[in-house]
Nanobody, 125 residues
Framework: QVQLVESGGKLVQAGDSLRLACVAS????????MAWFRQNPGQERKFVAA????????FYADSVKGRFAISRDNDKNTVYLQMNTVEPEDTALYYC??????????????????WGQGTQVTVSL
């Protein structure tokens, strides 16, 4: 069974940078689109960014475009999210997922499988 382990979340100040990582085990994911979503209590998971299987294209939510960068290292079965110039609105539990249906780079959480616990990012003023 696939396991996804997210890490790198922490408490930071507005304007800081941090990098999240998602390591997959149990299956090689280099043929899948991968994505990051985020979620706050009582809300649905929201799309943040996605990346094609070999990193040849990326997709971003408007709210993070120009500040965040998604990348992947298929040799390490790992996906990253570089978060720059973070804002309090970026506070959330961040999940990575791999896409199993829908158009590549979909922004719909139902098109992905999330099998990790997430990593908490908290941005203070």
């Amino acid at each position: 069974q696939v396991q996804l382990v997210e890490s790198g979340g922490k408490l930071v100040q507005a304007g800081d940078s941090l990098r999240l990582a998602c390591v997959a085990s149990g299956r090689t994911l280099n043929t899948y689109f991968m994505a990051w979503f985020r979620q706050n209590p009582g809300q649905e998971r929201k799309f943040v960014a996605a990346i094609r299987p070999y990193g040849e294209a990326t997709f971003y939510a408007d709210s993070v475009k120009g500040r965040f960068a998604i990348s992947r290292d298929n040799d390490k079965n790992t996906v990253y999210l570089q978060m720059n110039t973070v804002e309090p609105e970026d506070t959330a539990l961040y999940y990575c997922g791999f896409q199993i249906q829908g158009e590549g780079g979909s922004r719909n959480e139902r098109d992905y499988v999330f099998w990790g616990q997430g990593t908490q990012v908290t941005v203070s003023l």
